[in-house]
């Protein structure tokens, strides 16, 4: 008899560990464990993809460097459904847009990749497109005016 519960017990463990192996992480990232709040930087230059995705929109940039070489960043935004509340839709965006982002880099800085705080059309338009509740050292500032839509 004692065998039967021992068995039993190691199928409901095993049940268990099952179980939670098999739930989908829904872990996030905050600002701070991907992105260095220290390393403000400027992006400018034509959209090469563009992700609309959640949880977060990619806009993918080719920058060109002081010694003319190209280099496409990838610069993290907020949610899609959060952008088109501020006036951005996604058909704001097509492939060759040239884009201001003002960001923050990533903590690895060899990568090619930032968080966007602002981006500037070249008429002067401004987006607030960082997002909110991440820890960013945006939080609690004035955002930029969102002026309109697109």
């Known amino acids: 008899m004692r065998w039967v519960f021992a068995s039993m017990a190691l199928v409901a463990l095993a049940a268990g560990l099952l179980l939670?192996?098999?739930t989908p992480s829904a872990a996030h990232h905050a600002f701070g464990?991907?992105?260095?709040?220290?390393?403000?930087?400027?992006?400018?230059g034509p959209v090469v993809r563009l992700e609309w995705v959640n949880p977060h929109s990619w806009i993918h940039l080719e920058v060109t460097?002081?010694?003319g070489t190209k280099e496409v960043w990838m610069v993290e935004g907020g949610t899609p459904n959060v952008l088109q509340r501020r006036g951005l839709?996604?058909?704001?965006?097509?492939i060759g847009t040239v884009l201001i982002v003002d960001g923050y880099q990533a903590r690895d800085h060899?990568?090619?990749?930032a968080n966007a705080r602002d981006v500037t059309f070249t008429d002067g338009r401004t987006f607030f497109v960082g997002s909110l509740g991440t820890g960013a050292p945006y939080e609690g500032?004035?955002?930029a005016a969102s002026s309109g839509a697109c």
């Open 89 to 94: 839709r996604r058909d704001c965006l097509p």
């Open 20 to 22: 939670i192996s098999s």
């Open 110 to 113: 060899s990568l090619r990749r």
């Open 33 to 44: 464990a991907e992105f260095d709040p220290d390393a403000p930087i400027r992006l400018e």
């Open 141 to 143: 500032a004035q955002p």
């Open 65 to 67: 460097t002081e010694d």
